[in-house]
């Protein structure tokens, strides 16, 4: 190859990625800062307007923000999926999201229906524009390796999800579906917790858990079929809503195998690194991965005996896996673009990627995590412990949010001093 | 004869790999020649090199090695450089 179908053109500029991620602590402390001043009575009630406003600023704020600035940054660089003007639509799309996850959770944190109406429009037109931008891009790929198959699986999986956001919009205005709003909500909350989440982690984890841990590559079958064998059977399950909840109950089933699974393939691989020398990330992978597989196992549990409480348990596990596969990825994700870009300029005195966030700081997250973990499952029987489980989830925002400034910091220091 | 630089990162943790390639990059006189052995296509290490006006050829070996020559300088032919492997 002589330095052919590769440019520096194809990364995205630093900015792009670095405003998606610089707002996941902001949204996390405002996550900690509902949980602590909402009711603890109402944090189990899933429909409670607290809840939601909690959950979408936990999964919108927090989540989305992180998955959509990976996307600017994997869709060129991974899949060679070139963005045009990337700084242009991160900027309005950021701003969008912002803000409609910020009206959004304030309407049913506050109870102000008149900011839920902008809201969605703000959150349904970025988002919307997103699955549109991307899979677009993603479709034209020539060489579509499993990443990039499992990231169309992903985007079409948030089309879905934004699509029956919209429906759940509609049947709250009083409009007929032909769908209880009830099963609505839960197709929504199907399709972005796994079509979308839970898919983007699959094929992201295919490329980074081997390029970053030297592990062995995912068994093929794996690699191929998981992602896309997610959302068919998302899909599937839609029209037996109206008719068998059985199938329903049985599609569940598939897709809690299918991220069993994966959870265990990945625990797996991360012992066969070559050189195992465990960092924090190895850990938060660890524990989020572990988190899955518990929050599956209580899920079939739960479906099985018609406990609710272990359902409950199971949900808030599944977002526990989430944001540890978050805060893994970005402590990998950021040092390593702030050392690509300042390399990139030719900046001569560019500190090493374990200089940019000091392994110490991530590892202090890493014990804050496993606190958080320690709180929560306890809080469904003694509410009270919600205001702890906030008190830490605002610390590791904040620490988080320290560490990510830091790193910024280093590179808006250096970046004017390139030679290239 | 140019002078030869050798690295072989294989099965080093990310981003050693890339951080010790840079290093070399740094070192790198204007006839200098370096070989990289690498378990994987180092995408950024390339868009790095591409900026500092290095040239490559890349060399797959196996699965998991890869051959990647760096060098300077304009004049010098690298087609010869991957003799035996799977020129990419």
């Not at chain 2, 070399?24 to 052995?37: A, Q």
């Amino acid at each position: 190859m002589f330095n052919q179908g590769l440019s520096l053109d194809q990364a995205p500029p630093f900015g792009v990625i670095l405003r998606f991620f610089l707002t996941v602590p902001f949204f996390g402390i405002l996550t900690a800062l509902a949980l602590l001043s909402a009711d603890p009575t109402t944090l189990g009630v899933w429909d409670a307007p607290e809840t939601v406003a909690v959950v979408h600023l936990l999964l919108v704020g927090v989540v989305g923000m992180a998955m959509v600035g990976a996307l600017f940054q994997m869709l060129p660089v991974i899949a060679g999926a070139s963005i045009k003007a990337p700084m242009y639509h991160a900027r309005w799309i950021h701003a969008f999201m912002g803000l409609g996850t910020l009206m959004l959770a304030g309407g049913f944190f506050f109870g102000e229906p008149f900011l839920l109406h902008p809201a969605l429009a703000l959150l349904l037109g970025s988002l919307g524009f997103v699955v549109f931008l991307m899979f677009s891009k993603l479709l034209r790929v020539e060489n579509k390796t499993p990443s990039v198959v499992g990231m169309i699986a992903a985007i079409t999986g948030l089309g879905f999800g934004v699509f029956f956001a919209a429906l759940v919009t509609l049947t709250f205005m009083g409009i007929d579906i032909g769908l209880l709003p009830g099963d609505l909500r839960t197709i929504h909350m199907h399709f972005m917790l796994f079509g979308w989440i839970a898919t983007l982690i699959m094929a992201v984890a295919f490329q980074v858990i081997e390029m970053f841990y030297v592990t062995p590559p995912y068994p093929k079958a794996v690699r191929k079929w998981f992602p896309m064998a997610m959302l068919a059977v998302l899909v599937l399950q839609v029209p037996f809503y109206l008719v068998s909840g059985g199938v329903v109950i049985a599609l569940d089933a598939v897709a809690g195998l299918l991220l069993f699974v994966f959870a265990l393939v990945t625990l797996k691989r991360l012992t066969q690194r070559k050189r195992p020398v465990a960092d924090a990330t190895v850990w938060l992978w660890r524990t989020g991965l572990a988190s899955l597989l518990l929050a599956v196992v209580l899920a079939f549990i739960g479906v099985a005996t018609k406990q609710l409480p272990l359902f409950d348990a199971a949900a808030l596990l599944f977002g526990y896996f989430v944001i540890s596969i978050i805060f893994a990825m970005s402590y990998k994700i950021i040092p390593f673009l702030v050392w690509f870009h300042l390399n990139a300029k030719g900046v001569m005195e560019c500190p090493t990627m374990g200089d940019i966030i000091p392994a110490k700081r991530s590892r202090w997250h890493l014990w804050i995590h496993w606190a958080l973990a320690a709180t929560f499952l306890p809080a469904f029987f003694m509410p009270l412990l919600w205001k702890v489980t906030a008190l830490i989830f605002l610390a590791e925002s904040i620490l988080f949010g320290a560490n990510l400034i830091a790193a910024a910091k280093i590179y808006n220091n250096l970046k004017d001093k390139g030679i290239l | 004869m140019h002078p030869m630089l050798e690295l072989d990162v294989r099965g080093l943790n990310h981003p050693e790999p890339l951080e010790r390639s840079v290093e070399m990059f740094k070192r790198m006189g204007p006839k200098d020649l370096f070989r990289l052995v690498i378990h994987r296509m180092p995408q950024p290490l390339l868009m790095i090199a591409q900026r500092h006006g290095i040239r490559y050829r890349v060399c797959q070996v196996s699965e998991a090695e890869w051959h990647i020559w760096f060098t300077r300088d304009e004049n010098l032919d690298l087609t010869a450089c991957c003799s035996g492997e799977k020129d990419v």
